[in-house]
């Protein structure tokens, strides 16, 4: 069924309103007067309504019955990921959404290949919003998990640190796995994984990230390439979560 974000404060007295941008995916998915679809208003919870009116620039739906959604992980994940040169980024935004990823952050290391600023980081934050929202219509989240840029490692760091379990996946770990840490922390309300970039973190990054709290842990014997890092431990942790 089509789904549709619609902001909390458009949706009251039994009807949920639609912008001018809804209006015209409606009109693309050829949905008339009388049909049927989802509206979630970002705080999960998922609206079924039955179309009454659109015109050009706005539409009407009345609402049938509301219900919580159930796309939302008990557990949230906030990833951490570097900047990655092409779309690398773009894709990684996607699956992670549709992995239950609850935020996403990009921020900045010695060895990044990329390194947007200004417009061109503005532009980029942009278009990985718009994907992040794409991607929690089409998987059926309950919320848009945010995508935002910090300006320096160390930040990234100190923000990831606030989590009740902060990981740092870093290649050169050979003594503990995620899964170790996971089993000692049953029930974590909140947990963040910061991934690096192409040629991973060096070591003094590491060395600062677990000072200030972060867990190192390996995700194998392999390495995994920046774009895949991400995504195996964010499909690691929601597996042991229960929430695969």
Excluded: W
Excluded at 14 to 43: K, P
Excluded at 75 to 94: C, E, I, P, R, S
Excluded at 139 to 161: K, M, N, Q
Aim: some cysteine; hydrophobic content about 40%; aromatic content about 6%.
């Amino acid at each position: 069924m089509a789904r549709f974000f619609v902001s909390a404060s458009n949706i009251f007295g039994g009807v949920a309103y639609l912008s001018s941008s809804d209006t015209e995916h409606l009109r693309s998915l050829r949905i008339r007067n009388g049909e049927v679809f989802t509206v979630c208003d970002g705080n999960g919870n998922d609206y079924n309504c039955v179309l009454n009116r659109m015109d050009h620039d706005s539409a009407e739906a009345t609402i049938l019955s509301r219900t919580p959604s159930v796309g939302e992980p008990a557990v949230h994940v906030t990833l951490f990921m570097a900047y990655a040169k092409g779309d690398k980024n773009d894709h990684v935004v996607q699956k992670a959404v549709e992995l239950g990823a609850g935020a996403i952050v990009l921020f900045p290391c010695r060895r990044c290949v990329a390194r947007p600023e200004g417009n061109a980081l503005i532009k980029r934050v942009l278009r990985l919003s718009r994907i992040a929202e794409e991607a929690a219509k089409q998987c059926g989240r309950g919320r848009i998990p945010t995508v935002t840029a910090l300006d320096s490692f160390e930040e990234a760091v100190a923000r990831a640190a606030e989590a009740d379990v902060p990981l740092l996946c870093y290649e050169n770990e050979t003594d503990t796995g995620l899964k170790q840490i996971l089993d000692t922390r049953a029930g974590a309300g909140t947990i963040s994984v910061m991934c690096g970039p192409e040629g991973g973190f060096d070591a003094a990054e590491a060395e600062l990230a677990v000072a200030r709290g972060l867990r190192s842990v390996t995700l194998g014997k392999r390495i995994l390439r920046c774009e895949t890092a991400p995504l195996a431990a964010l499909t690691a942790i929601m597996f042991q979560t229960g929430e695969l």
